[in-house]
């Protein structure tokens, strides 16, 4: 179990546009408080940027030269990656204060990030996820494992749009 802390996002060198929108929208979803990259490519298809929920005015996304740079001793690194010897998510305790790295949609995190991790988890399915996918699980699995709770009715409310009112009042089935 975890307490809230801070889950901040780092994507070594991404290439989808698409994915990092998606990216973004699942940092607003699940409370990440930044999330940064790597490399070269999602910076030349930007302009093609989907952040359908305009998380960027709230998480910052930017660009940064290394992993290193963003190393803070209160901070532990997680690599997320389909790793010899990683732990399953399911049996994985998040820490307080987290940097979850991922790799990029064609390759691997590499290997010197890896060796310096505090953590490398990898979410057991059969074959793998595009990185979208994999942030969206890992922050779901961060936030179902906290200790703190939480008020559903008002995280609904919170949560959905002006074009969902529903209400369950149990199941009508006999």
């Known amino acids: 179990m975890v307490n809230e802390g801070s889950a901040a996002i ?3 060198n991404p290439k989808s546009p ?3 929108g998606a990216v973004m929208r699942a940092a607003g979803c699940y409370s990440a408080t930044a999330i940064y990259y790597t490399g070269t490519r999602f910076e030349h298809a930007a302009k093609y940027h989907l952040d359908t929920k305009n998380v960027n005015q709230k998480i910052p996304l930017r660009a940064v030269e290394s992993v290193s740079e963003l190393a803070d001793e209160h901070q532990k690194l997680v690599c997320v990656e389909l790793a010899e010897g990683a732990i399953p998510l399911p049996e994985f ?3 307080e204060n987290a940097l979850y790295i991922f790799g990029p949609e064609d ?3 590499d290997q010197s990030i890896v060796n310096v991790a505090d953590s490398v988890v990898y979410v ?3 074959g793998c996820m595009n990185l979208a996918a994999s942030v969206n699980v890992l922050l779901y699995d961060r936030m179902a494992k906290q200790i703190d709770t939480i008020d559903h009715s008002e995280r609904v409310k919170k949560s959905r749009d002006v074009n969902n009112r529903l209400v369950f009042k149990g199941s009508a089935r006999v």
């Open 10 to 12: 780092v994507l070594c």
């Open 18 to 20: 698409s994915n990092v």
């Open 93 to 95: 305790s998040h820490p």
């Open 107 to 109: 390759g691997s995190i």
């Open 124 to 126: 057991p399915t059969i």
